[in-house]
């Protein structure tokens, strides 16, 4: 009777130890489960975060990128009249867009464009026009060689000082000096200009609606008025300039100038010649900016691809990893 009760005891027990596994199992699978669920469920809102920040991001740059493109081709913000240095759009004739060798994403200035440009300047429009940003030294390496550029300084007298006496003395120019002034002031200016100030040309080509076009345009456009229009003496007619009168007359003919490497000096190469030098003037930083943007969207790429592919490499057995849960065997 003993060992019968003793065998039914440990039937009872081991019919109580499957029946806890059976119970456990699951319970197991629903707490891995309501785990796994809240994970997925808190990794939701964070890929909708994400999707959300990619469309807004994109949105943002198609914005950006419109408004910039409509600013560049009209010169002035959307919707948004006025805004921009001087708008030909109402008051002048819209200038023709020409193929600048300088134009494009990775195109330089034409370096010998910009040499024969400066001859223009120097010859034809210092006589009325400054140049104030332009120092002698950044003609180094870009149009001239160091001598050239001291040479061309040293013929120019500039007022230094005071010396050991107190006075004021003159000297020859240096790499340092910047371009010569072709008035002593302002009111020199207009009075040899009829009343008119000549707009120094530093920034010339960034300050005028159109830009490179515009320059080249209004140089070249020179014509006589039309029947029913009448321009008051001191001025010319000159259809790109708001309002079609200037006091600027026509300065650039054929044959003005000699080029030393032998280039025909035509009227629309001088044009062409010295909006190139301006446009340099304007922005002498052009071809390093194009330089190190290249360069930037070169290493930039290259960080990016070498990011998702570590992001991949890392993440993917993590991402791809399965659980499951085995249960012990039943011993009987």
């Known amino acids: 009777m003993a060992s019968k009760a003793a065998t039914a005891r440990t ?17 197991f699978k629903q707490s891995f489960g309501a785990r796994f669920a809240s994970t997925q469920s808190s990794s939701a809102p964070a890929s909708s975060v994400f999707t959300s920040g990619a469309t807004l991001a994109a949105a943002t740059g198609i914005t950006v990128g419109s408004i910039a493109w409509y600013t560049h081709l009209y010169g002035e913000l959307p919707l948004i009249g006025g805004v921009s240095a001087s708008s030909l759009a109402d008051n002048g004739l819209h200038p023709a867009e020409y193929p600048w060798s300088h134009k494009g994403l990775l195109d330089s200035f034409d370096h010998a464009s910009i040499r024969r440009g400066y001859q223009v300047y120097r010859e034809v429009c210092a006589a009325c026009h400054s140049l104030d940003r332009i120092a002698w030294r950044n003609l180094v390496g ?7 550029v001291k040479e061309m300084a040293a013929e120019v007298e500039y007022e230094d000082g005071p010396n050991d006496q107190g006075e004021m003395f003159q000297r020859p120019g240096k790499l340092s ?15 040899g200009n009829a009343g008119a100030l000549p707009p120094d040309l530093s920034l010339i080509v960034k300050a005028r609606h159109g830009g490179a076009d515009y320059i080249y345009s209004l140089l070249t456009g020179y014509i006589d008025p039309p029947a029913g229009v009448s321009v008051r ?3 010319n007619y000159n259809p790109y300039f708001p309002g079609g009168a200037i006091a600027m007359a026509r300065v650039l003919f054929d044959g003005l100038v000699e080029y030393p490497d032998g280039t025909p000096a035509t009227t629309s190469q001088m044009a062409k010649d010295v909006v190139t030098f301006l446009h340099w003037a304007a922005e002498p930083e052009h071809d390093d900016r194009k330089k190190i943007g290249l360069q930037a969207m070169i290493i930039f790429g290259t960080l990016l691809t070498l990011s998702l592919y570590t992001k991949r490499f890392k993440w993917t057995p993590l991402k791809t990893r399965k659980i499951v849960y085995v249960p012990p065997k039943d011993a009987h």
Request: aromatic share 8%; hydrophobic share 30%; charged share 25%.
């Open 177 to 191: 000096d910047y371009m010569p002034q072709p008035y002593p002031n302002e009111e020199a200016a207009r009075a």
């Open 142 to 148: 870009v149009s001239h060689t160091v001598d050239e």
């Open 11 to 27: 039937l009872l027990r081991s019919s109580a130890w499957s029946r806890s596994s059976r119970t456990a199992a699951p319970s």
């Open 233 to 235: 003496e001191g001025l």
